[in-house]
């Protein structure tokens, strides 16, 4: 006697809230990635080229591991990696010229706030058209957590003095946890088109 067996439909992947917030977790080492393969190339953040430098090669790395991150709900690689390049280059070039190259609590705070603004505003032109309210919102809240990243760094006794181009790996990891709202807001509405 022949048994026939109905063939079992292809599992179906989920991704939940929990594994999109995993996911994007995993990003934060593209800040201090990036920052070891920026100070190799351009220095110390002691000039405005450095910071040109500095801020292009750590965008671009943040960038690639961000666009990762998104996992299947991402906008094109090459538009998020290079608008967060172009961004950190922008903001690290005006932020770090305008308190002069300081490092002080209060000049890495408003550096902060000035990279956030400008890494926000280019990857809310690539998000322009995928989330609307969102990419309106977004550049005041990264620069708002931005400046929060290297507060946290420099209370947590980081060597500040030494120019890094981004906050270290204290603000690096709250600064993820808390930008988590990008992949979930982008994957719940993925789940609903």
Same mark, same amino acid.
């Given at each position: ?11 179906v992947?989920?991704t ?31 000039? +405005? &080229?450095? %910071?040109?430098?500095?801020? *292009?090669?750590? $965008?671009? !790395?943040?960038? /690639? ?33 305008v ?23 280019a ?8 989330? +609307? &309210?969102? %990419?309106v919102?977004?550049? *005041?809240?990264? $620069?708002? !957590?931005?400046a /929060?990243?290297w ?9 500040v ?33």
């Amino acid at each position: 006697m022949t048994v026939l067996s109905t063939p079992r439909p292809a599992p179906v992947h989920r991704t939940g809230a929990v594994g999109v917030v995993l996911r994007w977790i995993v990003t934060f080492v593209g800040f201090p990635l990036g920052a070891v393969a920026a100070r190799l190339i351009a220095g110390p953040i002691d000039d +405005t &080229l450095a %910071a040109c430098v500095g801020g *292009l090669v750590n $965008g671009a !790395v943040l960038g /690639a591991a961000q666009s990762w991150g998104l996992g299947r709900a991402r906008p094109p690689v090459g538009q998020w990696t290079a608008a967060t390049a172009v961004g950190l280059m922008v903001g690290l070039a005006i932020g770090a010229t305008v308190v002069d190259f300081a490092t002080d609590r209060t000049a890495l705070v408003v550096q902060g706030m000035v990279c956030g603004l400008a890494v926000g505003a280019a990857q809310a032109f690539v998000l322009r058209h995928r989330n +609307t &309210l969102l %990419a309106v919102g977004w550049p *005041l809240a990264l $620069g708002l !957590v931005w400046a /929060a990243g290297w507060a946290i760094t420099a209370s947590a006794g980081v060597r500040v003095d030494e120019q890094f181009t981004v906050f270290g790996s204290s603000g690096a990891i709250v600064v993820t946890a808390v930008t988590a709202v990008l992949p979930l807001a982008l994957s719940h509405q993925e789940r609903s088109a």
